[in-house]
């Protein structure tokens, strides 16, 4: 596939979800199951994190995470950079769908709000529906910012990359 097949979506603003959210319910993730959500629910959810991005083995029925991440994961902002069209141009990314989060063995990080709140946990007070700030992951250092990552397209062997950071 060429480079020039993917649209590059460098035009997001992340504080843009979080903005105008006249339609939706205050505290709506309290009130309702995950499979009760709307569309816009569901994808305010996401705190923005990039974590779901990172290359990941399965060792002996354990998902070991890696420092390696898609290349279509912008590092510094943890953004997709081909969000809308990422199901039909990379073969092994994943929705996060309801599926995808009770799936085992877990291969969302355990920060993940559609884990915590399947596990009737509550939302870290960092999350950006609770600060109303896009910015609040990446500040409380809960998303991929300022880790060392390296990019898929440079790495030959992934069990070199193996990482057991406490938010995985």
Known sequence: MDKDDY???DDYNPQSRFENLEDVEPY??????????SKKE??????????CCLNKL???GRICFTNTYCRFLDPKTCLCKIYSHRLQKVNDCR?????????KPRW??????????DEKKTLPSWHPLITGLASSVH????????????NETEVEDYE?????????
């Open 95 to 103: 929705d996060i769908d309801i599926n995808a989060i009770r799936e």
């Open 7 to 9: 649209i590059i979506e």
């Open 28 to 37: 709506f993730w309290e009130k309702k199951s995950l499979e009760e959500l």
């Open 108 to 117: 969302l990080p355990k920060t993940c709000a559609y884990v915590l709140l």
């Open 58 to 60: 399965e060792i002996k």
């Open 160 to 168: 070199n990359h193996i990482v057991k950071w406490e938010d995985l």
């Open 139 to 150: 500040e409380a250092g809960f998303s991929l910012a300022k880790r060392e990552l390296i």
């Open 42 to 51: 569901w994808e305010l959810l996401c705190d923005g994190c990039g974590k």
